[in-house]
Antibody, heavy 120, light 111 residues
Framework: QVQLQESGPGLVKPSQTLSLTCTVS??????????WSWIRQHPGKGLEWIGY???????YYNPSLKSRVTISVDTSKNQFSLKLSSVTAADTAVYYC????????????WGQGTLVTVSS | QSALTQPASVSGSPGQSITISCTGT?????????VSWYQQHPGKAPKLMIY???NRPSGVSNRFSGSKSGNTASLTISGLQAEDEADYYC???????????FGTGTKVTVL
C-alpha cells in the first residue's frame, strides 16, 4: 500500500519561499509509470493542480504558478519536494502531494494534506 | 485553462440515486477518456472513486458509476447512503498547458 506524507512549515511569511517535502512509502518513486504531483486547496475552495515531476526529473507546472514553482525529486530518499517563491496570503491553502498514473492522469494515492498559512 | 463545470450542490434521500455532471470542452472531457472522480469528506484528502470515465478502483462500492457523453461526464451514486455526504470533484486530462484540470466541485447532501 503506497502512502504519502507531506512535511514542512505550517507558517510562512509573505515574500518568503514555501517549502514542502512528500515522503513516499510502500512503493518506489523510481519505478516509473507515475507522476508525483502537488495539488492545493484554498480554504473552502476547490482543487488546483500545481504541477508534477517524473522520477527522471521531468517537470510540468501549472502556467499560472510556473514562474514561482520548483518541484524536485530525491530518489535516494524516495521523496519529492515543492518550492513556491514570493508567497502572499493568496497562497494560504492545504497542500497535498499525490501519485498520478501517467497514462491517464488520475490521482490514486494522496497524502493527508498540510495547511500552510502565509502571514507575518 | 478554466475549471470544469459542476453543479454547486446535489441532494437526495437515502436509497435514491443522484447524478453529478461535469462539463468541459473538446480539449479535455470530450477529447479523452481520462475523466476521474474524487470524494472528499471535510478535513480529509480526496479519494479516487472513478478513473478513465467509468472504472472503479478496488474497494470502491459499485453504487458509484461513471459515464461520459460528448463534453460532459457524469457520476451516479445509487442507493444513496448517509456516508456519501461529501464534496465530489471531477478531473480530466487536458491538451492545454496545465497538468490537468479539476471541476468546480459539488456538495452532495443526504436528506
Amino acid at each position: 500500500q503506497v502512502q504519502l506524507q507531506e512535511s514542512g512549515p505550517g507558517l510562512v511569511k509573505p515574500s518568503q519561499t514555501l517549502s514542502l517535502t512528500c515522503t513516499v512509502s510502500g512503493g518506489s518513486i523510481s519505478s516509473g509509470g507515475y507522476y508525483w504531483s502537488w495539488i492545493r486547496q484554498h480554504p473552502g475552495k476547490g482543487l488546483e493542480w500545481i504541477g508534477y515531476i517524473y522520477y527522471s526529473g521531468s517537470t510540468y507546472y501549472n502556467p499560472s504558478l510556473k514562474s514561482r514553482v520548483t518541484i524536485s525529486v530525491d530518489t535516494s530518499k524516495n521523496q519529492f519536494s515543492l518550492k513556491l517563491s514570493s508567497v502572499t496570503a493568496a497562497d494560504t491553502a492545504v497542500y497535498y502531494c499525490a501519485r498520478e498514473y501517467s497514462s491517464s492522469s488520475y490521482l490514486d494515492y494522496w497524502g493527508q494534506g498540510t495547511l500552510v498559512t502565509v502571514s507575518s | 485553462q478554466s475549471a470544469l463545470t459542476q453543479p454547486a450542490s446535489v441532494s437526495g434521500s437515502p436509497g435514491q440515486s443522484i447524478t453529478i455532471s461535469c462539463t468541459g470542452t473538446s480539449s479535455d472531457v470530450g477529447g479523452y477518456n481520462y475523466v476521474s472522480w474524487y470524494q472528499q469528506h471535510p478535513g480529509k484528502a480526496p479519494k479516487l472513486m472513478i478513473y478513465d470515465v467509468s472504472n472503479r478502483p478496488s474497494g470502491v462500492s459499485n453504487r458509484f458509476s461513471g459515464s461520459k457523453s460528448g463534453n460532459t461526464a457524469s457520476l451516479t451514486i445509487s442507493g444513496l447512503q448517509a456516508e456519501d455526504e461529501a464534496d465530489y470533484y471531477c478531473s480530466s486530462y487536458t491538451s492545454s498547458s496545465t497538468p490537468g484540470v479539476f471541476g468546480t466541485g459539488t456538495k452532495v447532501t443526504v436528506l
